[in-house]
Structures are given as C-alpha cells and as structure tokens.
C-alpha cells in the first residue's frame, strides 16, 4: 500500500505538525523578539503611526532596507512549504491567504507591543516567500510523485531542525541586538 501524494499518512502528519509548531514558535520569536528574551516595548499602548506605504519612507517611518526584506523573505518560504505539505490540494491563493494573515497577526502582535512597528512591505514580503515555499512544494510534488508526502515530510523536519540549531547558535553567540527601544515623545501640551 502507497501513500498517495496528496494525503500524508498519520505518522507523517503529526511530524508534521511538530516540525511546524517548532518552525512557527521560532518564528515569532524572531519577529516579534529578534531572538531576545520576550519583553514589551515603552511605547505600547501609545499611538505609534502605522506604514500603509509599502517599499518608501512614509510619515516617521524610513524604507525597509534590501537586507530587511531578503531576511523576511526567507523566513517565510519554509511558510509555504509546510502549507503545501499539510494542504497539499491547497491553491497557491488559499496559500497566499494564510501566509498573510499569519503574517498580518505577527505585525500586528509586535505593534501592540511596541516590539516593532506595523509596516505593509513587510505583509507583502511575508506573503511573497511564504509563496516563493509553496512554488517549491509544487514541483516537489512534481518530481516526486506519489512520494511527495514522505519527501516533503523529510524537508520540513530538516528546515525545522536547522532553523532550531541557527537560533540556538544564535543565542549562545556573542551577537546581542538588543530590544528596540521606542522613543516616546510627548507634545508640549501634556508636559505642562
């Protein structure tokens, strides 16, 4: 008996599922933290300007840089490769969708807690590499056939397990970012 391509057995399945719980985990950490210890910014609950203007400076906010946007892009493929291995029948719009919304949460989550701000090319980027992993899943499915559940399963434990080893690296580095701190500027009118 063979497992057909587009259901992964129920072994797999739940590796699966561990691997993405792991690889989701690690990836709020990074955007919403920067791998720090979790901490909530001087400026949360405060107004803070959203950027509704993707790739340009707008209002206090300057552009992503290019190596800002690579990070997120890359980031977000192994996204992508996991929707295509848990919903294989997905299309690359449904994809695309729930790598926004997650996407849409983690900016939301780290502007309410003042541990970055909201920015729509970070949406845009997020959504593009989580699409970028999906394409890769494709022709996985391609090339493999009706092995797609067991290869795929195989490549998404591996991704899991190299994005722990990097953050555990990380963290026991010598590197230190460091939590952003917001600046708070209060007007005029409230300091008299």
């Avoid at 991704?159 to 917001?182: C, E, H, I, T």
Wanted: proline share 6%; charged share 10%.
């Amino acid at each position: 008996m063979t497992n057909s391509p587009r259901h992964p057995s129920r072994p797999s399945r739940g590796i699966l599922i561990l691997a993405f719980a792991v690889y989701l985990a690690l990836l709020a950490w990074v955007v919403l933290w920067k791998l720090e210890a979790p901490w909530i910014g001087d400026a949360a609950g405060l107004e803070r300007p959203i950027k509704l203007v993707p790739f340009v400076p707008s209002g206090e906010a300057g552009a992503s840089t290019p190596a800002e946007m690579l990070i997120n892009l890359v980031l977000f493929v192994p996204f992508g490769l996991f929707v295509g291995a848990l919903a294989p029948t997905w299309s690359w719009f449904k994809a695309g969708v729930a790598a926004l919304a997650a996407s849409l949460v983690l900016e939301t989550v780290q502007h309410l807690i003042s541990t970055g701000s909201f920015d729509t090319t970070d949406l845009i980027v997020n959504t593009a590499g989580a699409l970028i992993g999906w394409a890769i899943f494709v022709v996985v499915r391609r090339v493999s056939g009706e092995h797609t559940s067991v290869v795929m399963t195989r490549i998404c434990v591996i991704v899991a397990a190299l994005a722990l080893v990097a953050a555990v690296a990380f963290v026991a580095s010598p590197l230190n970012y460091g939590p952003q701190r917001d600046v708070v500027v209060k007007d005029a009118a409230s300091t008299r």
